[in-house]
């Protein structure tokens, strides 16, 4: 993993923004996305988790917590209202690896 040029969770977060912001008009509903650009300055943000299971069973391959981070994309919830997620996006840190999937909500 040392001679790897790898993302810092900061940039990986950064990328997984870019990655929604492009793809998320055609794969949210027209709900969510307008709901989405209504309160994203206020309420948008993305938290980085381990990827789970799932993941490994869809890639049909073992995924290295080292590597591997699953974005979660949405907005918080106002009056203690759950948190929305938007939109679950595995990541590699490596910079140059192209692995990116997403699961948006409602598909």
Not at 47 to 75: R, T
């Amino acid at each position: 993993m040392q001679d790897l040029e790898l993302w810092t969770l900061d940039e990986l977060c950064d990328h997984a923004f870019d990655i929604f912001e492009e793809l998320a008009s055609e794969n949210l509903s027209a709900e969510d996305y307008g709901q989405y650009q209504q309160h994203y300055e206020n309420r948008g943000y993305v938290d980085l988790v381990i990827p789970n299971g799932d993941w490994a069973d869809m890639m049909m391959q073992d995924l290295e917590p080292e590597l591997h981070y699953e974005a979660q994309i949405g907005l918080t919830g106002e009056a203690g209202e759950a948190d929305i997620v938007l939109a679950r996006i595995l990541l590699s840190r490596e910079k140059y690896e192209s692995l990116c999937h997403a699961q948006w909500r409602g598909q």
